[in-house]
């Protein structure tokens, strides 16, 4: 069993729907990040967090610790949040991640 | 500021061929990573360095080498290069390993064939 999964594997919405990404991980963590993929490869991280919730924009992190969850939300999407989004784990005491392996997001118009 | 670079962007080997892949970083940072990217799996670590002349592995080092003799550079190997290192190779860097400032930076991506 994977340390980080992701669920779910693929999502399709129509613009304008709420979406939710969903991370749970089985080990103690000291960070949790969010990070996209575009579909040209590059890869920028969104979100590093370590309890409670950060938003930026149009996109918002969660975090609860007690249950190992965490959930990354879009608000109001658009076709160009198509992209793959990856949910990394930092362990406690290790100075690596450990990624999931990605939820591939399309947005249609 | 460019950020993290790798070079080069695509290339094809055939099995038994050797390269180095190059990652530079401009943002004076401390830790650099290489990991490897295959369909259906995330990213996994090949090697990582937490400083300038240090190396360590990661989950997947078996046929990779890596140096780092100047800060800013993170070089990765393949001596004899199989069809199973067919991947997209990706760089990041950090300025530390714990939070909260290890947020990591990724280069562009190197796309890897081997026949």
């Known amino acids: 069993k994977n340390e980080v999964e992701q669920s779910p594997q693929n999502l399709t919405a129509q613009e304008g729907e709420f979406i939710t990404i969903n991370c749970s991980y089985s080990?103690?963590?000291?960070?949790l990040h969010w990070l996209q993929q575009h579909p040209g490869g590059g890869i920028v991280s969104l979100f590093m967090?370590?309890?409670g919730k950060k938003k930026h924009g149009r996109l918002i992190a969660t975090i609860n610790i007690q249950e190992k969850h965490s959930s990354l939300h879009i608000t109001a999407s658009h076709p160009r949040d198509s992209a793959v989004y990856i949910c990394?784990?930092?362990?406690?005491?290790?100075?690596?991640?450990?990624f999931g392996q990605g939820t591939r997001l399309t947005i249609n118009p | 500021n460019a950020g993290v670079t790798q070079t080069p962007k695509f290339r094809v080997l055939k099995t038994g061929q050797s390269m180095t892949l190059l990652c530079a970083q401009d943002?004076?940072?401390?830790?650099m990573y290489w990991y490897r990217q295959d369909p259906g799996m995330g990213l996994r670590l090949i090697h990582y360095s937490v400083g300038e002349g240090t190396t360590a592995k990661g989950e997947v080092p078996d046929g990779y080498n890596v140096s780092r003799l100047k800060k800013q550079n993170f070089l990765l190997g393949l001596e004899s290069a199989a069809p199973s290192q067919t991947s997209v190779y990706f760089c990041?860097?950090?300025?530390?390993?714990?939070?909260?400032?290890?947020?990591?930076?990724f280069g562009p991506g190197t796309r890897l064939t081997v026949l």
């Open positions: 943002m004076n940072h401390e830790y």
């Open positions: 990394a784990v930092q362990i406690q005491g290790a100075q690596k991640l450990v």
């Open positions: 990041a860097s950090s300025n530390s390993g714990r939070a909260p400032n290890n947020e990591q930076f």
């Open positions: 967090l370590s309890s």
């Open positions: 080990v103690g963590i000291s960070a």
